[in-house]
């Protein structure tokens, strides 16, 4: 008869014995071993806890291997997506180069013209691939960072040191997957393009462009305003519908949002607006 005092510390615990049995086979033991005291003795008695794990270090085993198969995959692929990104900034540059070098051949006013469009059109999608990549692609997006440092590269590229125009950011804090923020980032760069091309006709004119981000849950608006000489509403910055109207119209229908533009002698703000129930949550300001 066991004794009504607790068992002493063990002396064995979770010992793992792998053995070739002969009618079992090669198994894996689990043992576990204690003193127990009976009453009116002295003598101790080993109490031994034998546990068959082998299935369950089998099993354990096979899902370290596929941990470690998984790992070296998500390594491969992020080698091979860094390459492609590589490559596919390479031939954006080398094809904006041929454009402008194009540009730079031709008699027609119109087609330079032109030309010229196209190639800052490449260079925007080259450079919203970059910040993407600066930004982390395999992950979420964090739209406020990223907004800051695309409107910063477009500062650069299309406003220069030339021209009084400033470029600034406001944002909510707010993450979005890579192909979302590839979205919002091509918006922004279509809507700042037709700011700087034809609200500030007068390039001595000091002009002011802001983009702005507001999210509340699943809802979010995007905003492009500038100060300049405002245009009829149902067009964004510029006379007539042209391809920046078109290429943001086509990717807000596919993010499930809506497009508004309000002119007046103030200047023009287009705002994108996505909201999952009829009420708009977020209005434009």
């Not at 004794?3 to 510390?9: E, M, V, Y």
């Not at 079992?24 to 002295?42: D, H, I, P, S």
Request: hydrophobic residues 40%; charged residues 25%.
């Amino acid at each position: 008869m066991i004794g009504s005092g607790l068992p002493s510390l063990p002396k064995l615990a979770n010992k793992e014995v792998e053995h070739d049995f002969p009618h079992l086979g090669f198994r894996t033991m689990r043992l576990n071993a204690c003193q127990v005291f009976y009453e009116g003795g002295a003598d101790t008695t080993i109490l031994l806890g034998i546990e068959d794990v082998t299935d369950r270090r089998k099993l354990e085993d096979e899902k370290d291997d596929l941990l470690r198969q998984k790992d070296a995959l998500l390594q491969q692929k992020e080698v091979l997506l860094q390459e492609l990104e590589h490559r596919i900034a390479n031939s954006l540059h080398i094809i904006a180069s041929i454009i402008l070098m194009k540009a730079r051949t031709v008699k027609s006013e119109e087609t330079r013209h032109h030309l010229q469009d196209a190639h800052q059109r490449v260079m925007s999608i080259a450079t919203v691939q970059q910040q993407l990549h600066a930004s982390g692609v395999g992950g979420p997006i964090q739209i406020k960072p990223y907004l800051s440092k695309l409107c910063e590269t477009l500062a650069t590229s299309m406003i220069g040191d030339n021209r009084p125009i400033s470029l600034k950011v406001v944002a909510q804090e707010g993450h979005a997957t890579s192909r979302q923020a590839e979205s919002l980032g091509l918006m922004v760069t279509e809507l700042v393009m037709n700011a700087v091309k034809h609200a500030f006709p007068d390039e001595k004119v000091e002009g002011h462009i802001t983009v702005a981000y507001e999210v509340a849950g699943t809802n979010w608006k995007l905003s492009v305003a500038d100060n300049g000489v405002g245009k009829p509403e149902g067009v964004f910055a510029q006379a007539k519908t042209g391809l920046g109207t078109g290429i943001v119209k086509a990717i807000a229908q596919q993010l499930g949002a809506d497009v508004e533009t309000l002119a007046g002698p103030d200047g023009t703000t287009v705002a994108i607006t996505h909201a999952t129930f009829e009420t708009k949550a977020i209005r434009a300001a």
